[in-house]
């Protein structure tokens, strides 16, 4: 049975690829419009810091310590005792390390603790 031209639709198959497509493209747009993939990088960066500090806690008690009861003299002296690689920000920022206190910043200020 043909249906005049007037009284035709779309059928369901073509309106779930829409509706699917639609789908699709928010959920890429939307994350990126309301800065969560950036946020993500902050968080994964902050975390990153929080295990230099725990790993420069470790070392400055470890019995492997060259200069015992001091903090590593770079970041690179945790590896490979503490990490595999020298950890590195996410995102374009670089680590300031403080052997002094073990203070570590990344030069990205929203990642800032
Ligand atoms: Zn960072």
């Known amino acids: 049975m043909k249906r005049p031209e007037s009284e ?3 059928t369901l198959l073509e309106l779930v690829v829409a509706i699917t497509m639609i ?3 928010t959920g890429i747009a939307v994350p990126r419009f309301l800065g969560l ?3 993500a990088e902050a968080a994964a960066c902050r975390q990153n810091q929080g295990a230099i500090q725990s790993a420069c806690n470790m070392y400055l008690l470890d019995d492997a310590n060259p200069n015992p009861g001091q903090y590593p003299g770079q970041i690179g002296d945790l590896v ?3 990490f595999d690689a020298e950890p590195e920000c996410p995102s374009t ?4 390390y403080d052997p002094a ?3 570590i910043t990344c030069g990205d200020a929203g990642h800032r603790m």
């Open 8 to 10: 035709r639709g779309f």
């Open 80 to 82: 490979p005792r503490y």
């Open 101 to 103: 206190d073990a203070t």
């Open 93 to 96: 920022g670089r680590y300031a």
């Open 23 to 25: 789908g699709v493209m």
């Open 37 to 39: 993939d950036e946020s």
